[in-house]
């Protein structure tokens, strides 16, 4: 027995010591550019040409069903932890949160060599942000907005995206302020059931660009406004309307009566796809959307996008980046 003991517990040292080298590896390969814009982006390829799609064939996430049961697994852990404490068993108890602990830092190092080092690929705009002229912005909005003007006054019939599936978790997630999201563990891309079909296309995008490594949430905005803006006629739709949407945004500080004049101009189905935006968005705010922003923000922080959430918003510089070009093949 003691024999047995022996050997557990060397092997449990000799994992945790070889885990602990892996942390540090993924850890200083997050630092090596090379790495991360040469041979990184080889590897991902790899994963997202083989595994992309593999698991199509299920109508349910299995990404979500992954994730219930780690966070079934974690709460019961956690819970036999304090229990362990509250009968000072202390040394138990620093056996279980010591596995809480490795688990965690398992999960770490597998996010990040699926996934996760494409938040360190080179970004595809400078780092700093660039002041563009008001002038500009309004140009911007105002093209954005006749083009969605003009898509919604054709045939709008959304057909759904079979490989974007409808995340199990969708009755909690409207309540997070989510529409979509990427599951780099099942190479799933997701959206939320029930949100505005003005919405879906451009979530749709969204969720595809980060399966295809582009990581950073602007370059996801980006890419997916590119794609869906060459797609069908909703596609096309969803993807001027989120663009002039971020671009007023920008705007509403500087000039917001420029900007309610723009809404003004909106046509019936564009009016009355606002006003479902505005409905939606008014029955599932709260405290919930509050906190899972702020731990949005977080994450976004923890993973090289240094501003958090305003980095959504970076989506119209490269907008922009667009603008001047068609401007300057148009002189």
Do not use: C
């Amino acid at each position: 027995m003691k024999r047995n003991n022996l050997k557990f517990n060397f092997l449990s040292l000799t994992t945790g010591v070889a885990l602990l080298i892996l942390v540090a590896i993924t850890n200083q390969l997050t630092k090596n550019q090379y790495f991360t814009q040469e041979i990184y982006p080889k590897i991902y390829h790899k994963i997202h040409s083989n595994y992309s799609g593999f698991f199509d064939f299920l109508s349910f996430s299995l990404g979500d069903v992954l994730y219930l049961f780690l966070i079934v697994f974690l709460i019961y852990k956690i819970s036999k932890g304090l229990k362990e404490i509250i009968q000072k068993e202390f040394l138990k108890a620093l056996k279980i949160f010591s596995q809480i602990l490795f688990f965690l830092m398992s999960f770490w190092v597998i996010f990040h060599w699926v996934w996760g080092f494409n938040y360190y690929k080179k970004p595809i705009i400078r780092s700093v942000r660039t002041e563009i002229p008001l002038d500009d912005l309004k140009s911007m909005a105002l093209q954005h907005f006749e083009r969605a003007k003009r898509y919604s006054e054709q045939n709008l019939e959304f057909m759904p995206d079979s490989s974007v599936k409808v995340s199990l978790f969708s009755p909690l997630m409207r309540y997070f302020g989510v529409t979509g999201y990427f599951n780099p563990f099942s190479g799933e891309a997701q959206r939320v059931g029930k949100i505005p079909l003005l919405q879906i296309p451009f979530t749709n995008a969204h969720e595809l660009a980060h399966q295809k490594g582009w990581a950073r949430e602007y370059e996801a905005n980006y890419i997916g406004y590119t794609n869906a803006s060459k797609g069908d006629i909703p596609s096309r739709y969803s993807a001027e309307y989120a663009a002039m949407n971020y671009i007023l945004r920008e705007i509403y500080a500087e000039d917001s009566i420029f900007v309610r004049n723009i809404i003004n101009e909106f046509p019936p189905k564009m009016q009355v796809d606002r006003a479902e935006r505005i409905r939606f968005h008014e029955k599932y705010k709260g405290i919930a959307d509050e906190v899972f922003t702020e731990l949005n923000h977080y994450f976004l922080k923890s993973n090289n996008q240094t501003e958090g959430i305003k980095s959504y918003s970076r989506f119209v510089e490269l907008l922009h980046q667009d603008y001047l070009k068609s401007k300057d093949l148009a002189h």
